[in-house]
């Protein structure tokens, strides 16, 4: 790989694929460095070489579907990687079709589809994540962005935030050394160069998987069509379906207790959630009962759990223990402290089973003091377009555009009130304004002297405020 490298390296010098001199860019800017892999198209085995050479970096051990060049130098890259590889290829347009089918993405594929994207150079990153938006809009999962050359001038770093892994055949230090030791380039240029990297970085970009909707605005059942999960598909749809958007956080230590309230308030719910460790006589087919309930009035069972351990414990107290998690609740929540290997923990466990599962990251806490702040957010946010499994975040706020996630929201009661422990609530109309697509109540139901007349009253302002805020 090395030699290939270095070849390569004088072969793109050679053709002025790479120039180092005085130029101004499209936008204006003065460079010291000039990088058009354009016209590796004239000189065919120097493309060929080259394209095999980038192939290489690709991740043996992932599944991939698809092949994404971004237009247009790397277009012809991915198309012969793709005629090589035997693997299919979806091109992103630039705008959408005006007439038929208005899709950015072209091609044969399915939702949770794994793609690569395929880059030529990468600057600030803002092409990789214009085309991830689009294939993830579209359901694809972006696995990784194999580039040629990484301008070191900060688009790595925006991509990785994004949650996407980037692998390139050159930096353009690696290059000019190679460069260097071909004779090519003087240590001066290097050092032009490298000056030039240092004070021209780009500027931070986050993926804003945003596209002309605005989340806020959609309805339920279009939205389903964006989701990378079955079940955020199933809620959207069965929320459209039911007309409501409550779920029930069934809080009570008694079996008997939880029946009853599921019993009631089943026909008018999505989501019944508990925190099944709280339950003094538990037994084995309690489960099996609530899933009685939950398919006789369509509702989906989601166990707060919480896990927030490295992936492997995570895969143990989510299948195996007591409770046997995995076995019953359809979704579950995840906090995002421990990284991605959480994911992957839960995934493990699922091995398994074929069921439909879902998780809902903790991205924003409703608590007094709650630490899920700043970057904490900005990262979990990111995991979402890592994993399929991801349903959705519990957040307070509209933190994310993406269409085809949920945001949860629990902390609401009729009145804007606390508790004495660190609980702080909204009212329904705020948080749906807010974002919240599925609201979570509480004591606002369970501890209310007639639960029926609460539960009607929480599922009717819910649904009169997403109306509004649709309308
Ligand atoms: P309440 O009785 O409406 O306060 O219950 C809220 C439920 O939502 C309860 O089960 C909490 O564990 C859960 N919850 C929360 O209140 N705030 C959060 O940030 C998260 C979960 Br995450």
């Known amino acids: 790989m090395e030699t290939e490298l270095k070849e390569l390296a004088i072969s793109l010098f050679e053709i002025n694929a790479v120039k180092f001199g005085y130029f101004v860019t499209k936008v204006g800017l003065k460079t010291p460095v000039y990088i058009d892999l354009r016209v590796i198209i004239a000189y065919p085995k120097i493309f060929s070489r080259l394209s095999n050479t980038l192939w290489k970096l690709s991740d043996n051990n992932q599944k991939i579907d698809q092949l994404c060049g971004v237009p247009y130098t790397a277009l012809p890259i991915a198309s012969l990687i793709s005629v090589e590889s035997n693997i299919p290829m979806v091109i992103r347009r630039k705008e959408a079709k005006s007439y038929g089918t208005k899709k950015m993405i072209e091609g044969e594929y399915k939702k949770g589809d794994n793609c690569v994207i395929i880059e030529d150079v990468i600057t600030s990153g803002s092409s990789i994540l214009e085309t991830v ?4 809009q579209e359901g694809l999962n972006v696995t990784e962005a194999l580039v040629i050359m990484d301008r070191e001038q900060g688009g790595k770093k925006n991509i990785e935030n994004a949650g996407i892994k980037v692998k390139s055949l050159y930096t353009l230090t690696k290059l000019m050394n190679y460069l260097f030791e071909a004779d090519k380039i003087t240590l001066e240029t ?6 030039y990297i240092k004070e021209c970085s780009a500027p931070l970009i986050t ?3 945003e ?3 605005d989340r806020l605005k959609m309805n339920y059942a279009s939205r389903s069509k964006f989701t990378m999960n079955q079940l955020a598909a199933n809620l959207f749809e069965l929320m459209e379906k039911k007309e409501t958007n409550l779920c029930l956080a069934a809080d009570m230590t008694k079996t008997n207790d939880i029946i009853e309230l599921a019993e009631l308030a089943g026909p008018h719910i999505v989501i019944l959630k508990i ?3 709280i339950i003094d006589d538990f037994y084995k087919e309690f489960p099996c009962t609530l899933k009685e309930l939950a398919l006789k009035h369509e509702f989906l069972i989601m166990e707060d759990r919480k896990f927030g351990d490295i992936g492997n414990t995570v895969a143990l107290q989510y299948s195996k223990g007591l409770y046997k998690i995995s076995e019953w609740a359809d979704l579950v ?23 439909d599962r879902g998780i809902f990251l903790i991205t924003e806490m409703s608590s007094k003091g709650a630490l899920t702040t700043g970057n904490y957010i900005k990262e979990s946010l990111s995991l979402s377009a890592q994993s399929d499994l991801v349903v959705g975040h519990v957040c307070q706020s509209n933190i994310f555009n993406d269409l085809g996630l949920i945001q949860l929201t629990p902390g609401v009661k009729l009145e804007t009130s606390t508790d004495n422990l660190g609980q702080q609530y909204n009212t329904p109309e705020s948080v749906v304004n807010n974002g919240a697509d599925i609201v979570v109540v509480g004591r606002g139901i369970t501890e209310a002297p007639d639960q029926l007349k609460a539960i009607l009253e929480y599922k009717t302002q819910l649904w009169t405020a997403y109306k509004k805020r649709i309308a």
């Open 133 to 136: 938006k689009d294939l993830t």
């Open 190 to 195: 290097i050092e032009n160069v490298t000056q």
């Open 211 to 213: 596209s002309s909707h």
């Open 333 to 355: 929540t995840v906090h995002p402290v421990s990284g991605p290997g959480v994911l992957d923990g839960v995934r493990e466990a699922l091995k398994s089973t074929s069921k």
């Open 275 to 277: 925190h099944v460790d």
């Open 207 to 209: 993926l804003n998987k």
